[in-house]
Structures are given as C-alpha cells and as structure tokens.
C-alpha cells in the first residue's frame, strides 16, 4: 500500500519533470523563432549595406543620366534631419507640454478628450496623417515642401511623446509633489524644480523613441515633401528623405540604385538602433533612481 | 509663533466625509498629540490644518482654521502662503532624489526666493543642527539625499521643513517607519523644537504621545473624542472610549 503509493508519487512527479522540460524547450524554441527574422534583417541590411557605404554616399546627389556611378544620396539625409529637426521643434515642446497638462492638472472632460486624440492618432496609419497634411497644407501653399513633411511627422510624434511623457510623470511619486508643495512652493515651481527633473531620463527616453519613429515614416513624407535630387534646407521647397529614397531607388531595376537603397536602410537602421539602445539605456537608469 | 484654533471643521474625499465638525486648538510653545485609531482622520485633520488636503484628488474641506486669528480658509488667501508658514513632515520620508543632501536642506529657500549661496550655507547649517543631523552629513552635503538611512533621511525632511522657518510645525507619524533609536532621537528633537515652535504630531504609539506631547486630542470615526492635557488624557479621562483606547482595551 504504501510502497505503490510512493512509486505513484514517483511517477507522478517523473511526468511533471518530463512536462516541465517539454515546457520549457517549448518556450525556447518560440523564443528562437521570434528571433529569426531579427537575424535575417540584420543579415541582408548588412550584406548588402555595407558594400553601399562609401565617402561618395554620404557627400554626393544623385548622378546625373550619364554619370555611370549612382552618386551618393547626401540631399536625403539633409532632408531627414530638416523634416524630423523641425518635426522635434513642433512636437516635442507640444507633447511634453500636453503629458504635464495631462499628469498634473488634466481631470475630467477636456483632459479624457485629449488623451482620446492622442489615442486615436497614435493608431492611426501614417498614410491617413500624410493624406490630411496634404490635402490641407500642400493644397493651400500650392506645393510639396519640407514643412509639410514635417507636420505630417510631428501628428505621428506628438502622441507618443504625450503618452509616454504622461506615463514617466505618472511614475514621479506623488509624495515629492506634495512634500515640495508643503514647503509653500506654488504649483508650478514644483513641477519644473521637482517633477520634470526627477522624470528627466525618462522625458528624453520619450523624446528619442519619437524620433525613431519619425525618421522612419515613409509614406507620410511621399506625400508630402515629395523628394528631391538636389540638397535643400528651405522648409519652404519639396525635400528628400532617407526612407523616400529608399522606397524610390529599391523599385528601379538597375543594380547601382539598388544597392544605394541599400545604404539608406542600413544607416536608417543604424541610427534608429542607436536611439532605442540610448533611450533603453536611459530608461533602465531612471528605474534605478526612482526605485 | 502663532496659535491654531479648528472650528467646526469638517472634510471629505469625494462623497465620503471623514471630518464631523472637529474643535481643536494647538498652542504656541506646547505639543499636540492627535491619536486614534487607524482611518480615524488623524492624517486628514492635520493635512486640513495646512490645506494641504485639498491637494488630493476630489477631496474638499469646509469650516475654520483660525491661524493667528486669520481664517486659513478664507476668500483670497493663498494655501501657497498657508503652506510656507505652517510646515509639515509626512509619515515617509521624502527626500528630493535630485537634490544633494544640501538642496534637500535648503529646496524650499532656494526655489521659493532668490537668496545667495552664502545665506543659503547658513540656513542649512541652522536647519539641519536643528533636525540633529548635522554632525553626521556636515563633511558630504553634496552627497545625495537619497543616500541616507531612513531615520537620517527624515531628519532631513525635518531639515527642510524647518528651513523655511515656518510657524508651526505639522507632523504625520514622522517616526512611524524609523528604528528605536531614530524614534528616540525624533523625540528628543521635538522636545527641542517645542520651545520655538508650536507643534502638532500624529502618532499611532501612546507612550510616545504620552512623553512627548502637552496636550492630546483623541479621535474616532473623524470625530473628536476627547481634547484635553497629556496628563489628564492619560490618568483620569472624562470618557470611556478614551480610557478604553489608551489603555489598550481597543484600537
Ligand atoms: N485619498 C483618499 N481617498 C479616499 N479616501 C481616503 C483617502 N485617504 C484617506 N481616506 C479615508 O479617509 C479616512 C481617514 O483617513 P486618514 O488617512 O485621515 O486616517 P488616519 O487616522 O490617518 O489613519 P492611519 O492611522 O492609518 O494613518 C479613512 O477612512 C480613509 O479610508
Ligand atoms: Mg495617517
């Protein structure tokens, strides 16, 4: 009786170890497949990236017709930072400004239509955000330009910048507002002396994960700075982007171009990696502090 | 240094009231014990005392707080000025996390007026000699705030609250996550403290509001039980629920 009871018990406990490392293979085996095509972007961009990257690439507009070389693609990352530089300067004073309206004093209606906004806009796909901008701004000033570009952009930045900066003065505990408003500082003084630089890390890590985003978006630009061959630093005048540039030259047939597209997404990728790693980086240190 | 008067003083979180018209006075040069049991209003009576309960989301008060004979709460007055006048120390300590053990010290002066860096040094030399933490800190004042022990990091609170020289002194169960001998010194610091300034304690612990406090109002269900000396609350109290409670037999 008791010996069958303790061979039940072994077995039972042999089939749950058994279970358990079925389990657990299992849940490496996901892991690895989820890491596959991490791999195979990181294989290709690379392979076929590097090869582009030359001092050419990086200094030089497009050739011309006769030029056998296919030039460098310079006027896109002049424009890259032109529309995503002025897209940080709309969005980010609005964003942050909006997350602190929201985290300190944002209560009923106006504050849950806000966040409502920021909700809906953060989901809605980029093209709709360009197909707005052109039809209001392009239509108005009569032509594709790097401004244009860069509202379509900033309606992309804007709510992750609100809601992620919102989220990181959620974190700053609300007994250092209060023990700040306790030594008879007003409001204000409290947020921009107290809350904001205890979130700061955080503030940037939104602001970083924005522009990674906003250096990436294609479509909205295409239809609204349209692209260029030449260098141009007017907000005024249609404008090239990385991302454009790639979308333009990876659907030519000729090999050239194709390997300068190839250039783009691996510096695209490469400058958007150094961003989630700093804002990562960032982002594990604040924990640190405000734990 | 100013006395406090409550009258008929009541308060709510959104529909719930926990304040039923509370009398109180807390005078200059004494301490006030406010002692209850847990979710009675201690913390809500003494955050009415420095409109610091209005701060909560939804929560509203209403009756006087006579503060030297002005009503805190009355038309056009400031809880901004409220607050620099009569200070408070909460429950946990609350250091600035970007703030050095100086800045910490100082935060209200430096923030709230421009003052020089001389006079600065000054005043947090006297505030934290005052809160007792000085000898201990006065060789790292760059140091982070956040890096002192429990009982040190409220004493720097205490510090804070002190440097803007405030009136009256709020405090919150200021030694309720602190280890015996930090309590000990927290005492001993109130004591110090009762001379200029008129302070008013909660405290969970009866033997502490017995030794350290002149006067103790004792409360239950946000209403006050009794009011009267230390001495008299804790021999001879004139109600039965305040004899229960102090002795232990409930609470
Ligand atoms: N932020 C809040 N929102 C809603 N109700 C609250 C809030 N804070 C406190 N209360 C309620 O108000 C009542 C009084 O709370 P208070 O914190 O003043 O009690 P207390 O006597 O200080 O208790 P303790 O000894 O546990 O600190 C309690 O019933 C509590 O549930
Ligand atoms: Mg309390």
């Known amino acids: 009786m008791i010996a069958s009871a303790q061979t039940g018990a072994a077995a039972t406990f042999g089939r749950r170890r058994l279970k358990d490392r079925a389990f657990t293979a299992f849940l490496w085996a996901c892991g690895g497949v989820a890491l596959v095509p991490l791999g195979v972007i990181a294989y290709y961009v690379v392979r076929r990236g590097l090869p582009a990257l030359s001092v050419a690439f990086f200094t030089k507009t497009p050739a011309g017709p006769l030029d056998p070389s296919a030039g460098g693609m310079v006027q896109s990352f002049i424009g890259s930072g032109l529309i995503v530089g002025m897209a940080c300067l709309i969005s980010i004073p609005l964003g942050i400004l909006t997350a602190i309206y929201l985290s300190e004093y944002g209560r009923g209606r106006i504050a849950d239509a806000i966040r409502f906004v920021a909700e809906i806009l953060l989901s809605t796909p980029s093209i709709v955000a360009g197909l707005v901008v052109s039809a209001v701004v392009v239509t108005a000033m009569r032509s594709f330009s790097a401004i244009a570009g860069s509202l379509a952009i900033s309606l992309l930045m804007w709510p992750v910048i609100t809601r992620a900066t919102e989220e990181i003065l959620r974190l700053v505990p609300q007994e250092l507002r209060e023990g700040a408003l306790a030594l008879g500082l007003p409001r204000w003084k409290v947020i921009l002396r107290i809350v904001i630089p205890t979130a700061g890390a955080g503030i940037l890590t939104a602001m970083m994960l924005a522009v990674a985003r906003g250096l990436g978006e294609t479509a909205p630009i295409l239809l609204t700075a349209l692209g260029s061959d030449y260098v141009n630093s007017s907000p005024w005048r249609p404008t090239d982007a990385v991302p454009l540039r790639i979308y333009d030259y990876a659907r030519q047939p000729l090999e050239a171009l194709q390997q300068v597209a190839w250039g783009g997404a691996i510096t695209l990728m490469v400058g958007v990696l150094v961003l989630s790693i700093g804002a990562r980086v960032l982002s594990a240190r604040q924990e640190r502090r405000l734990r | ?251």
């Open chain 2, 1 to 251: 240094m100013k006395s406090l008067v409550v009258s008929d003083l009541s308060a709510w979180f959104g529909r719930k009231r926990v304040l039923r018209s509370v009398d109180m006075s807390a005078e200059p040069g004494s301490v006030t014990a406010i002692i209850g049991p847990s979710g009675c209003g201690k913390s809500t009576l003494l955050r009415c005392l420095n409109r610091m309960h209005e701060e909560v989301r939804g929560a509203r008060a209403q009756g006087k707080v006579l503060f030297d004979g002005l009503d805190i709460y009355g038309p056009g007055v400031d809880p901004v000025d409220v607050r620099r006048r009569i200070g408070m120390v909460f429950q946990r300590p609350n250091p600035f996390p970007t703030m050095s053990i100086f800045e910490n010290a100082v935060a209200g002066l430096r923030l709230g007026s421009k003052m020089r860096r001389a006079e600065l040094q000054e005043r947090a030399e006297r505030a934290l000699r005052a809160s007792g933490l000085w000898e201990e800190v006065k060789d790292g004042l760059d140091e982070p705030g956040g890096k002192l022990s429990g009982g040190q990091q409220q004493r720097l609170c205490i510090a804070r609250a002190l440097a803007v020289e405030p009136e009256v002194l709020l405090m919150d169960e200021p030694a309720s996550a602190l280890d015996p001998a930090s309590t000990l010194r927290i005492e001993e610091l109130i004591q110090e403290l009762k001379s200029r300034y008129n302070v008013v304690i909660v405290t969970h612990n009866m033997q502490q509001a017995a030794r350290i406090s002149d006067w103790t109002l004792f409360m239950l269900y946000g209403e006050v039980v009794e009011y009267a000396p230390t001495k008299k609350m804790f021999t001879t109290p004139e109600d039965r629920r305040t004899e229960d409670y102090v002795t232990g037999r409930f609470g």
